[in-house]
Structure formats: structure tokens, C-alpha cells
């Protein structure tokens, strides 16, 4: 099974600052028919997750353009250009590449 | 707009088994497969499996073969997701969720199934 390990999973912030995490995969997220199928979700207090990124740097729609996504391979970065009291949460890197899908430990973003 | 509404809470005994619902709607219903995801307490994110829910293609990880069955009703729209044989190990919040484009693309709210004793 691909292990998805992320860093920081504990991660302080202040307000109108940037933030970033890492996730890397145990192996490469390239799928045969060329695409990265690379997720990042959050997960407010008391919420379900929600897909933020897709295919590493695509962003959902309705997603502030403050998040980013970027990285190939193994190596994947989230960013946030600058946090807002809303972001506070749990943000799960997940891999769509290989069976079995597999996510990552989850880093939790606190103001 | 896609919206995924599963079942409400669960209270199960040790060795007992729990079948939730997930309700599709605003998309075709048998033009994505669906996940079953679950998160124990506190804890990160497991993949249960997939179904498509027009056919009869399922696929679990070898952990849950055996103990999960994902079903679909095309009349419906709705998949459902069995667990057997309940452990308080099971105790978690189950979540369906859409393989839409580039995967996990719609969550439903979550279903709090609860093994205790």
C-alpha cells in the first residue's frame, strides 16, 4: 500500500500569515494515463471533509484562490498564502493513483 | 447540486452488524462509483472500499473482506454499506463519498455507528 506521510501534523498559525504543508508518497502518484491523482481535503470542527485540490494544483470550485497546491512524484505541498479564522481544521493529503486508496495521517491547523 | 444524505446514528452490540444508507442525488446516479470511508474517533481517515453502484463491481481492502458488503439501488439511488460481526473497534463515523472526476469529490454528512456493550 502506498504510505501517504504528512509534516507538520500539528501546525500553529497567526492570522494573515502563510501556511504550508507537506505530504510524501512511499511511492510515485504518476498514473499510466499521465495524470497525478494527488487530493488535498479539509475537515472543519464537527464536519465532514471536503475536497480542496485535486490532480495536485486543480482547485474546487468555490475554494478561495489563498489555497494552492503544487509538487510531482512524491513530494506535494499545500498552501495557504494567508490564514483566515475559517481555515482552522484538519487538512488530509489522499492518494487516488493506486488500489488501495490511501490518505495521510492529517495535520491539524490552529490559530 | 450532488448531495449524499446517509442514515442516522447506530447504537450496535459487540457481534452484531450495522447496514447504513447513502442517498444520491443531483447527478446521474450510476455515472460514478462511491467509497465508503471511516474515521474512528479522534482518529484519521480508513477506505472501506468501492462499489459501482449500476453493476456489481465491489472492491474492498483485504482488512474488511469477508465483514463489509457495499450494495446499490438503482431505483433508489441509494448504496449501502453492511459491516458483520461489529467489534468496538468498529466504532466509528462511515462516510460514502462520490469517485466523481479526479476521485472524492462529494462527502455525505456521516453516519455515527456506535459498538459498545
Known amino acids: 500500500d502506498v504510505v501517504m506521510t504528512q509534516s507538520p501534523l500539528s501546525l500553529p498559525v497567526t492570522l494573515g500569515q502563510p501556511a504550508s504543508i507537506s505530504c510524501r508518497s512511499s511511492q510515485s502518484l504518476v498514473h499510466s494515463d499521465g495524470n497525478t491523482y494527488l487530493i488535498w481535503s479539509q475537515q472543519r470542527p464537527g464536519q465532514s471533509p471536503r475536497r480542496l485540490i485535486y490532480k495536485v494544483s486543480d482547485r474546487d470550485s468555490g475554494v478561495p484562490d489563498r489555497f494552492s497546491g503544487s509538487g510531482s512524484g512524491t513530494d506535494f505541498t499545500l498552501k495557504i498564502s494567508r490564514v483566515e479564522a475559517e481555515d482552522v481544521g484538519v487538512y488530509y493529503c489522499m492518494q487516488a493513483t493506486h488500489w488501495p486508496r490511501t490518505f495521510g495521517r492529517g495535520t491539524r491547523l490552529e490559530i | 447540486q450532488v448531495q449524499l444524505v446517509q442514515s442516522g446514528a447506530e447504537v450496535k452490540k459487540p457481534g452484531a452488524s450495522v447496514k447504513v444508507s447513502c442517498k444520491a442525488s443531483g447527478y446521474i446516479f450510476t455515472q460514478w462509483f462511491m467509497h465508503w470511508v471511516r474515521q474512528a474517533p479522534g482518529q484519521g481517515l480508513e477506505?472501506?472500499?468501492?462499489?459501482?453502484?449500476?453493476?456489481?463491481?465491489?472492491s474492498y481492502p483485504q482488512k474488511f473482506q469477508g465483514r463489509v458488503t457495499m450494495t446499490g439501488d438503482t431505483s433508489t439511488g441509494t448504496v449501502y454499506m453492511e459491516v458483520r460481526s461489529l467489534r468496538s473497534e468498529d466504532t466509528a463515523v462511515y462516510y460514502c463519498?462520490?469517485?466523481?472526476?479526479?476521485?472524492?469529490?462529494?462527502w455525505g454528512q456521516g453516519t455515527l455507528v456506535t459498538v459498545s456493550s
Open positions: 463519498v462520490r469517485a466523481g472526476p479526479a476521485d472524492f469529490d462529494f
Open positions: 477506505w472501506m472500499g468501492i462499489i459501482d453502484p449500476g453493476g456489481s463491481f465491489t
